[in-house]
């Protein structure tokens, strides 16, 4: 029997990634694993959640050299 993992806010996932290691992002079985156990509350990224009816759009939530993290609408 599994549990449902606690949502965490969009500033805290963010906060999170950027303490991994460069060298975490060589492969990505660590990075997926962390995605999977750190889920997103939707309330956290309604600044991000830009919508057009003419296309999708691509809404920046953090840059690093490492990642770009977007919100696809």
Avoid at 1 to 21: C, E, G, N, W
Avoid at 27 to 44: G, K, Y
Avoid at 48 to 61: A, P
């Amino acid at each position: 029997m599994t549990t449902a993992a606690k949502l965490v806010s969009i500033q805290d996932f963010v906060t999170a990634l950027r303490k991994f290691p460069v060298t975490a992002f060589d492969e990505t079985e660590t990075i997926r694993n962390f995605m999977r156990d750190w889920p997103v509350s939707s309330e956290s990224l309604g600044e991000y959640l830009t919508w057009n009816q003419q296309h999708y759009t691509r809404n920046l939530i953090d840059k690093t050299p490492l990642y770009e993290l977007l919100s696809i609408c």
